[in-house]
């Protein structure tokens, strides 16, 4: 998701504030909570998180992330231009780890609520990319938003829910209080 929008960001910010150093880290929701409770991570860019253990930090929502599914192009619903989610869940889909994803595990329990069906889930994608590979592959189909498909054009086809599912938050999660001045900034 932050391939979408970063590159900007960051090359506004660099321009208004040459000297100001950034480093980019690709870590696990629970690894940037830690990281800005340890003050080691200023900010981080992230789906809001649920539970208590973000309460103590600040959570400012950027925009709101639109889920579908994702699909071999040679897949029986790879020619739909939406699909529901009692057609989503007779297929066996890949997710991600629950260990490292688990506000992504809370997302699709509350999603897989919505359906009487019982999906069969396959969870141990590590990252975007085994997500991926495993849906090239014909293992399964996922949730993901359109980014990761644009991401991997050819590869991948996504597709739209028609079902309304809930809605994922994505924004900064930062430490609460006033920030310095060049967090402020960015």
């Known amino acids: 998701v932050a391939t979408h929008f970063l590159p900007r960001a960051l090359k506004l910010f660099r321009a208004a504030e040459p000297r100001a150093k950034t480093q980019l880290l690709d870590l696990e929701t629970n690894e940037m909570i830690a990281a800005i409770e340890a003050k080691k991570l200023d900010l981080a860019l992230i789906t809001k998180p649920h539970g208590a253990k973000w309460r103590t930090m600040e959570f400012k929502t950027l925009f709101d992330?639109?889920?579908?599914?994702?699909?071999?192009?040679?897949?029986?619903?790879a020619g739909?231009?939406?699909?529901?989610?009692?057609?989503?869940?007779?297929?066996?889909?890949?997710?991600?780890?629950r260990n490292g994803y688990s506000?992504?595990?809370s997302w699709l329990a509350a999603t897989m609520r919505l359906s009487r069906l019982k999906p069969h889930l396959l969870a141990?994608?590590?990252?975007?990319?085994?997500?991926?590979?495993d849906v090239e592959a014909g293992r399964g189909i996922a949730?993901?938003?359109?980014?990761?498909?644009?991401?991997?054009?050819?590869?991948i086809k996504y597709l739209p829910l028609s079902t309304t599912?809930?809605?994922?938050?994505?924004?900064?999660l930062m430490r609460r209080?006033?920030?310095?001045?060049?967090l402020a900034k960015m």
Do not use: C
């Open 65 to 77: 992330l639109p889920i579908g599914i994702i699909v071999p192009p040679q897949h029986r619903l």
């Open 80 to 97: 739909k231009k939406s699909v529901m989610l009692d057609e989503v869940f007779v297929e066996p889909i890949v997710a991600f780890t």
């Open 103 to 105: 506000d992504y595990h």
């Open 124 to 133: 141990d994608a590590d990252g975007s990319t085994s997500l991926v590979a």
């Open 143 to 155: 949730f993901a938003p359109p980014t990761l498909a644009d991401a991997h054009k050819g590869r």
């Open 165 to 172: 599912v809930p809605r994922i938050e994505v924004g900064m």
């Open 177 to 182: 209080g006033k920030p310095s001045e060049l």
